[in-house]
């Protein structure tokens, strides 16, 4: 019985993973999946599938090949059946879904199988995740594989010389369990990968509440991934307008501004927090930003190109843009990132996030290099 339970759920599993990935691009763009996102997982809605069965009645109300009729007689509704669209409220059961508890893990491995995501290679060595054994002492007790050979055979040594059994023409000594001395040890972890991800957003007046909804979901679903890679990973946040200001999460997501926008308020300050707190020997360096697409000025868009160039990419793993599409932005910075750099910098990827289908393909262009 164990057995077939086991096996039950493992093709339960299967199912469920199936159905997710069917549904993938969906519940990407599902903001409510966040909502219901607990410490290490998150529940998924999933259509619940009932097994069809016969049900007895009591064989009083008739049916098909029952009472009176003639041969090619309309089979109606029968005596007592509720017709369609008519009725009062009633009493009966309705068609319910399933909440499928997924961990964040599993939803990483779904979104990297979809979107043929390569594992990356880190570098650094900060964050404490690995267990390694340090030995730190000698003790009495202890597993044999531990067993301190010279130690061992130096306790034995002094005893027999101290019974007066020891012969120096004919030495043998002989360890008893008193004899015995082990390594001790102490678990500690070793620091390993690293990361940090800078995320910055434009809030000037042309960002609306979509558009911040889809740079939450997209946000959400980059850190479900990256956090698969890396055993720590640290966030970091800037808002801008025609100003930029470090802020904590909820109010990165929350916050609404207007006004101008200078795209180099930002970047300076992911680059003072870059220069202050992670060198890239280090640590692995992810920077986001989102934005309409419109800047202040053309002399502004020659600053933040020439600080991506020179002081941040070099910096970073990867610098990331997505143009989330406005009614009132131009979409220019796009363009002039593209005709900067071109398109095969390995620094850089771009993408143009018109609506909540496209974050599954902003996601795809922003992780596939697998740097």
Avoid at 188 to 202: H, K, R
Avoid at 203 to 219: A, C, N
Avoid at 340 to 357: M, S, V
Wanted: glycine residues 10%.
């Amino acid at each position: 019985m164990p057995n077939n339970m086991e096996s039950d759920l493992n093709r339960f599993r299967k199912i469920v993973k199936g159905k997710i990935k069917q549904e993938l691009r969906r519940f990407v763009a599902n903001g409510e999946l966040i909502g219901r996102q607990g410490k290490k997982s998150i529940s998924i809605p999933l259509p619940r599938i009932d097994l069809p069965h016969f049900q007895f009645g009591n064989g009083e109300g008739g049916g098909v090949g029952q009472g009176q009729g003639e041969v090619g007689d309309e089979v109606g509704q029968g005596q007592g059946q509720p017709q369609p669209g008519k009725g009062e409220a009633g009493e009966g059961e309705g068609q319910h879904t399933l909440e499928v508890d997924v961990s964040l893990e599993e939803l990483a491995s779904l979104l990297s199988e979809e979107l043929e995501l390569p594992n990356i290679e880190n570098k650094g060595k900060k964050n404490v995740e690995n267990k390694k054994y340090k030995y730190t002492g000698i003790v009495n007790r202890g597993p044999e594989s531990l067993r301190h050979f010279k130690k061992t055979y130096r306790e034995a040594l002094k005893r027999t010389i101290s019974i007066g059994k020891y012969d120096p023409a004919n030495p043998m000594v002989i360890p008893i369990k008193e004899d015995k001395r082990y390594r001790s040890y102490k678990i500690y972890n070793e620091p390993v990968a690293n990361a940090v991800i800078v995320y910055m957003m434009d809030v000037s007046g042309s960002m609306g509440d979509e558009q911040k909804e889809i740079v939450r979901l997209t946000s959400f679903w980059l850190d479900t991934w990256l956090q698969s890679q890396y055993a720590g990973l640290e966030r970091r946040y800037i808002i801008h307008d025609a100003t930029a200001r470090e802020v904590d999460q909820n109010t990165f997501y929350r916050t609404r501004e207007s006004g101008g926008t200078l795209i180099s308020s930002a970047y300076r300050m992911a680059l003072k927090i870059l220069e202050d707190h992670y060198p890239p020997q280090e640590w692995n360096v992810y920077l986001f930003h989102f934005s309409d697409g419109d800047n202040w000025s053309g002399n502004d868009t020659n600053e933040c190109l020439k600080m991506l160039e020179s002081d941040i990419m070099p910096r970073a793993n990867l610098f990331c843009y997505g143009q989330v599409e406005s009614r009132y932005g131009s979409g220019q910075f796009l363009r002039d990132l593209q005709k900067h750099f071109g398109e095969n910098n390995p620094k850089l990827t771009l993408a143009q996030i018109k609506d909540r289908d496209a974050i599954m393909d902003a996601l795809k262009t922003f992780l596939g290099k697998g740097k």
